[in-house]
């Protein structure tokens, strides 16, 4: 069945292609991860906390600091060797949150946080995943100081990778939270849910955290009959997103409605409600006649709407 609006080329899902090979056997070689920074093609990107760090160019906004550049910003606090682009290194550096915080009032520099970077795509695309990389790594570091086997201050290991704990030898290694993102379909039409904290007239797929033990496939159910009530069936993988918020792995579904009276579960969602394919397509248009939207294309959630708007009933196989 062909489109029912003329939706445009897809939008690029934000975060993810990246053009960085993680080089991940060079994260030992200390030799080689010195020559690396002290490249002149080597680049940095420079985070505190929440905000990134750009400067202003003649041609944009541009987030890449030659390493030794973001160091001077503010203190750093720790160093992650990311890839390499070509044969340039490129490592993302912590600096002090609240001193970053302080850089706001440079004329030269723009210090914002990754979500409105990719939403108002302040910087050019390939920086974002990247970013995201960085963001999540530091993140992780920030909260992993001490070994949760014996509370011991732990070290930084392969070039950011790894934190290694000299008392007990515990090794710890940077997590990834799997989070199920689904579209429930009935026929010709899908559901869509609302959280509080969504922008006015904004509605979305549901999602939740997969629990230890369960499949993608369980999740999917599970959250959908948690949140709204509904039964669901076939589950099919749509595509994957990392999320870097603070370090998650969106994991796009669709799912077959096998009920469709909705029961709102309100500690989670503040409405849910059936959209058919027409009233979807004008949310990712921007066209609804309420004034009612979809998430921006940077998120995973535009597109799993997007291909059911495109293929219906289709998008279950």
Not at 245 to 273: K, N, W, Y
Request: proline residues 8%.
């Amino acid at each position: 069945m062909p489109p029912r609006h003329d939706l445009g080329p897809p939008p690029r899902l934000g975060y993810a292609g990246s053009l960085i090979a993680r080089a991940a056997e060079r994260r030992c070689d200390g030799e080689f991860l010195t020559t690396c920074e002290s490249d002149a093609r080597a680049g940095a990107y420079a985070i505190g906390g929440e905000l990134i760090v750009c400067r202003k160019t003649e041609t944009g906004i541009d987030p890449v600091f030659a390493p030794a550049e973001a160091r001077a910003l503010a203190a750093s606090v720790e160093t992650i060797f990311l890839g390499l682009v070509g044969e340039a290194g490129r490592f993302g550096i912590g600096l002090d949150p609240a001193a970053t915080a302080s850089l706001k009032e440079r004329p030269d520099l723009v210090v914002t946080d990754l979500r409105s970077i990719a939403v108002q795509g302040l910087v050019a695309p390939e920086h974002l995943a990247p970013l995201a990389e960085a963001k999540a790594m530091l993140h992780w570091h920030a909260r992993h100081r001490f070994c949760a086997n014996c509370g011991a201050a732990t070290e930084v290991i392969e070039a950011g990778w790894r934190r290694d704990c000299p008392a007990c030898r515990a090794q710890h290694f940077p997590r990834t939270d799997p989070v199920v993102i689904m579209l429930t379909v009935d026929g010709e039409r899908c559901l869509l849910g609302r959280q509080s904290r969504f922008p006015p007239g904004m509605w979305s797929c549901l999602a939740g955290f997969c629990e230890p033990g369960e499949s993608i496939e369980e999740a999917v159910r599970r959250e959908t009959e948690e949140e709204a009530g509904i039964r669901c069936g076939t589950v099919r993988y749509f595509a994957s997103q990392p999320w870097p918020f603070p370090m998650s792995l969106m994991i796009g579904c669709h799912a077959q409605a096998l009920s469709t009276e909705i029961t709102v579960d309100r500690a989670e969602l503040e409405d849910a409600r059936w959209f058919d394919r027409e009233e979807a397509a004008l949310l990712l248009t921007r066209r609804h006649p309420d004034g009612l939207t979809s998430p921006p294309p940077m998120a995973i959630a535009h597109h799993i709407i997007r291909a059911f708007c495109e293929e219906g009933p289709g998008v279950l196989g």
